[in-house]
Structures are given as structure tokens and as C-alpha cells.
């Protein structure tokens, strides 16, 4: 079984930065990724990284802005986020998957962590 604890969410003002973490308790997965629910709207990947760090994905609305990076040795997922903006407010997810390929396709990941909250005020 694969366990995700998250942290780092907050509120933080447009143009701030957080920095989100998700400690897993194996590295037996494929891929990690983040992805956010803000609320009355679908899941969407934000950002995803083969465990490898050979294949990085991100959502078209991030780019530039939004760096996921994955430390091998602890078994740990960061989402830099910068310049952030109102429409970044969201519950967002740490996940992992055991499948190649996987990258921001929601339905391919098993594991969940509990959800951080951002909030982004304008």
C-alpha cells in the first residue's frame, strides 16, 4: 500500500509563492503528480513527474509558472508554485500511479494523498 501525506498548503496573496510536499511511503510507482479540484469543477492534473525525472507534464495554465521536482531518496513530490493567481485557488492532491504513461491522465492514479488547500487572494 502506498501512503501520501502532503503539506504546505496556505493562503497567500496573487504574485506569492507556496511550496507543496508529498512524502510517500514507497517508491514503487511509476509516476507522481498533482493535480487540483477547485470547487463545482472536474479534477485536473497540474503537474507530473515519471519517478525516473525523465518525463515531466504540466497543464498548459502553470507552465512557466509551476515547477514539480521528485527526491528520489525520500520518497518525496514538491510543486513550487509561483506567481500565483486567484484562479490557482484550489484543493490540491498528491497521487501517485503505478503505470508508465501515466502523466496527467487523472484515472491512472491509485494513490491519494488528503488534499492541501491554496488560496490565492486577489
Known amino acids: 500500500q502506498v501512503q501520501l501525506v502532503e503539506s504546505g498548503g496556505g493562503s497567500v496573496q496573487a504574485g506569492g509563492s507556496l511550496r507543496l510536499s508529498c512524502a510517500a511511503s514507497?517508491?514503487?510507482?511509476?509516476?507522481m503528480g498533482w493535480f487540483r479540484q477547485a470547487p463545482g469543477k472536474e479534477r485536473e492534473g497540474v503537474a507530473a513527474?515519471?519517478?525516473?525525472?525523465?518525463?515531466?507534464d504540466y497543464t498548459d495554465s502553470v507552465k512557466g509558472r509551476f515547477t514539480i521536482s521528485h527526491h528520489h531518496a525520500e520518497h518525496t513530490v514538491y510543486l513550487q508554485m509561483n506567481n500565483l493567481k486567484s484562479e490557482d485557488t484550489a484543493m490540491y492532491y498528491c497521487a501517485a500511479s503505478p503505470y508508465g504513461g501515466a502523466e496527467l491522465h487523472t484515472n491512472y492514479y491509485t494513490y491519494w494523498g488528503q488534499g492541501s488547500q491554496v488560496t490565492v487572494s486577489s
Open positions: 513527474i515519471s519517478t525516473g525525472g525523465g518525463r515531466i
Open positions: 514507497t517508491y514503487a510507482y511509476n509516476y
